[in-house]
């Protein structure tokens, strides 16, 4: 079972109870093995600490790194705080619309979301996605 996180990038630290909350669910309740996350704003680096702290409990959980480029374009290792990363594409996909399609890849690849969403922008738009795609979201 797999889990994506999508959020606002100006997400404040006051949403790190609801995402420990959220993601000590997906583990216990819901299976959770792996959770993939990006690296482009607060949300997402809340949401890998979120991940890395409940790691500690349950170290089965893996933590991937979502890559929007190919890795032949923009070469990017994970820090070690990452199990590993993922290029959801078998060839390079344009740089103007890579992370949109790299979030669309990752929505159609997991069960579950966990999203902060507050207004519009493109959170919103892929947490409309993933709600056609009718992935399991839990909003905090």
């Avoid at 996180?5 to 909350?21: K, M, N, S, Y």
């Avoid at 997402?44 to 089965?60: C, F, G, I, N, T």
């Avoid at 990752?106 to 207004?119: G, K, N, P, Q, T």
């Amino acid at each position: 079972m797999r889990c994506f996180f999508i959020g606002h990038g100006d997400a404040p630290e006051t949403v790190v109870p609801r995402l420990l909350q959220a993601v000590e669910t997906h583990i216990v309740t819901y299976g959770v093995q792996e959770f993939v996350v990006g690296h482009y704003g607060n949300f997402d680096r809340l949401a890998a600490q979120a991940v890395r702290q409940l790691k500690k409990q349950h170290p089965q959980v893996r933590l991937t790194l979502l890559l929007p480029y190919h890795p032949t374009v923009r070469p990017e290792e994970p820090s070690a705080e990452f199990d590993g990363s993922w290029y959801p594409f078998d060839t390079a996909v344009p740089p103007r619309v890579a992370v949109v399609k790299a979030n669309q890849k990752a929505i159609d690849s997991c069960e579950f979301l966990i999203a902060y969403v507050r207004h519009t922008g493109n959170a919103r738009g892929f947490l409309d996605y993933a709600c056609k795609r009718q992935v399991q979201v839990w909003q905090i």
